[in-house]
């Protein structure tokens, strides 16, 4: 079957613009979370949407960043006024609930910010 | 504060040989440990989780990991490595205090394989 489905899987683009990033979840799944990956923090949690519950934004590293997830299925990560400090590899995935449900990944989208 | 640690960055082994990575966490119950591999230019795959019961758990490819409670430990196993393991190795945690579950992860333990 159709694992986590990540768009673009590379985005190159310029400081100051704004970006987003797609992510489709496995089919049925209703956890979906986002991470970063980068050099110097590893691998970060970013944002979790579970159901119709409000989300848990406690990982955003600025309000220049967003993320929704429409009809309980695909989310959009936003990345305003990008800085360079945002390159990185932002990676989405699901599962089909909570605790220890394990969490299916996609391959991510690599962000380079000139 | 709640972390995860993999004090190796990089191990080499040879084609064969065994394997150990090391993972430690820091939390004062029992969390839900997961091991993801990493090749280059790809997502995370599972290779294991442990939740409870028996603390030696199977994964995929022929690793195993085994869970001490004494040591807050969770260390992966392989008894004999082939030249296509080469990856990276993510240690992760989901600890239930956090109530959105996200995986707290290590930094990682590159894997070389001499052939």
């Known amino acids: 079957g159709a694992g986590v489905s990540q768009s673009p899987s590379n985005k190159v683009t310029e400081k100051g613009k704004d970006v987003e990033l797609r992510c489709d979840p496995i089919s049925g799944h209703t956890a979906l979370y986002w991470y970063r990956q980068s050099l110097g923090q590893g691998l970060e949690f970013l944002i979790y949407?579970?159901?119709?519950?409000?989300?848990?934004k406690s990982g955003l590293p600025s309000d220049r960043f967003s993320a929704e997830r429409t009809g309980g299925s695909v989310s959009t990560l936003t990345i305003q006024r990008t800085q360079q400090e945002d390159s990185a590899v932002y990676l989405c995935?699901?599962?089909?609930?909570?605790?220890?449900?394990?969490?299916?990944f996609g391959d991510g989208t690599r962000l380079s910010i000139l | 504060a709640q972390s995860v640690t993999q004090p190796d960055i990089h191990i080499t082994v040879s084609e064969g040989a065994s394997l150990e990575l090391r993972c430690n966490y820091s939390?004062?119950?029992?969390?839900?440990l997961f091991w993801y591999v990493q090749s280059p230019g790809q997502g995370l795959q599972l290779l294991l989780k442990?939740?409870?019961?028996?603390?030696l758990v199977q994964g995929i490819k022929g690793f195993e990991a085994e869970f001490k409670r004494s040591q807050s430990s969770f260390n992966l196993r392989k008894p004999s490595v082939h030249w296509s393991d080469a990856a990276e190795y993510f240690c992760?945690?989901?600890?239930?205090?956090?109530?959105?579950?996200?995986?707290?992860f290590g930094k990682g333990t590159k894997l070389s394989v001499i052939p």
């Open positions: 949407f579970q159901g119709n519950s409000a989300p848990d």
């Open positions: 992760a945690v989901v600890f239930s205090g956090a109530g959105s579950y996200q995986l707290t």
């Open positions: 995935a699901s599962s089909l609930g909570q605790g220890s449900q394990p969490q299916h």
């Open positions: 939390y004062g119950a029992t969390p839900y």
């Open positions: 442990y939740f409870s019961g028996d603390t």
